[in-house]
């Protein structure tokens, strides 16, 4: 199994930018495909990017496509989120994932992921 850390929450202003990442430890980390999720007060948690093992295949939600790029770094163990031209519908508690599931297209679905970091509180005020 893996275990995941985030970091790099925090308040910032409308139009700003952040950059989380995300720190396995246990399991090679290129084993897993990394996914990363939000979750804003009262909804559920959403889909916002994926990437395989490798690093050269990505998804991303309409939501964040063209503002949010997902990478990651093996040698490291830990998953980015780079995140520009921030909205405050951008909003919440965002979470990275790792999957031993084939990455496909399939992989925006929340439960086809195994393990859950506790997530880090991403602020946009307006």
């Known amino acids: 199994q893996v275990q995941l850390v985030e970091s790099g929450g925090g308040l910032v202003q409308t139009g700003g930018s952040l950059r989380l990442s995300c720190a396995g430890s246990?399991?090679?980390?290129?084993?897993?495909?990394m996914g990363w999720f939000r979750q804003a007060p009262g909804k559920e948690r959403a889909f916002v990017a994926n990437m395989n093992w490798s690093g050269d295949r990505a998804r991303y939600s309409d939501s964040v496509k063209g503002r949010f790029t997902i990478s990651r770094d093996n040698a490291k163990n830990t998953v980015y989120l780079q995140m520009t031209s921030l909205k405050p519908e951008d909003t919440a508690v965002y979470y990275c994932a790792a999957t031993t599931t084939t990455y496909s297209g399939r992989l925006h679905l929340p439960e086809l992921y195994d393990y859950w970091g506790q997530g880090t509180q991403v602020t946009v005020s307006s």
């Open positions: 246990g399991r090679s980390f290129s084993d897993y495909a």
